[in-house]
T-cell receptor
Framework: KNEVEQSPQNLTAQEGEFITINCSYSVGISALHWLQQHPGGGIVSLFMLSSGKKKHGRLIATINIQEKHSSLHITASHPRDSAVYICAVGADKLIFGTGTRLQVFP | NAGVTQTPKFQVLKTGQSMTLQCAQDMNHNSMYWYRQDPGMGLRLIYYSASEGTTDKGEVPNGYNVSRLNKREFSLRLESAAPSQTSVYFC?????????????FGQGTRLTVV
């Protein structure tokens, strides 16, 4: 079993829909990261959180340490949100999930 | 700001050839990393450097060597490339080590070994 599991693996949505991507992990962590990988390949950090909830624009990330689970929400999704979203958990090193491929259609 | 710069972006090697992937960051970060990304798998750590002058093996170090030339630069060398090393390679840096610091990634190097 992978130490970091993401679901779903693939997700399609219509523009404007509310999106949820889930991440469960089985190891002890210091923090959890959400990353976005664009179709061109570049990876950018969206959030780093160790408790509670963070919001940036239309993106919201939550984490439940007791349940070892995090969610990434996208409100009012847009085609430019189409990307692979990667969850990573870390203590001394980061362990990455395999990513969720999101496609948002107009 | 340049952030993390990797070169080259694409490379094709023949089996047995050697090459060095270059990485430089201009954010004064202490820690630097090399990852590989393969289809259906998460990013896997090859080597990392917690500070200038130190390097340590990650999850998949076999077939690779690294050099932390100075605080800015961290290179990855393939001495004798093998088809199993066909992958996309990412360099990253962070202020501190491990999961407590935001990581900044380069644009990636797509390497094909034939």
């Amino acid at each position: 079993k992978n130490e970091v599991e993401q679901s779903p693996q693939n997700l399609t949505a219509q523009e404007g829909e509310f999106i949820t991507i889930n991440c469960s992990y089985s190891v002890g962590i210091s923090a959890l990261h959400w990353l976005q990988q664009h179709p061109g390949g570049g990876i950018v950090s969206l959030f780093m959180l160790s408790s509670g909830k963070k919001k940036h624009g239309r993106l919201i990330a939550t984490i439940n340490i007791q349940e070892k689970h995090s969610s990434l929400h996208i409100t009012a999704s847009h085609p430019r949100d189409s990307a692979v979203y990667i969850c990573a958990v870390g203590a001394d090193k980061l362990i990455f999930g395999t990513g969720t491929r999101l496609q948002v259609f107009p | 700001n340049a952030g993390v710069t990797q070169t080259p972006k694409f490379q094709v090697l023949k089996t047995g050839q050697s090459m060095t992937l270059q990485c430089a960051q201009d954010m004064n970060h202490n820690s630097m990393y090399w990852y590989r990304q393969d289809p259906g798998m998460g990013l896997r750590l090859i080597y990392y450097s917690a500070s200038e002058g130190t390097t340590d093996k990650g999850e998949v170090p076999n077939g690779y060597n690294v050099s932390r030339l100075n605080k800015r630069e961290f290179s990855l060398r393939l001495e004798s490339a093998a088809p199993s090393q066909t992958s996309v390679y990412f360099c990253a840096s962070s202020t501190g080590q491990g999961g407590l610091s935001e990581a900044f990634f380069g644009q990636g190097t797509r390497l094909t070994v034939v």
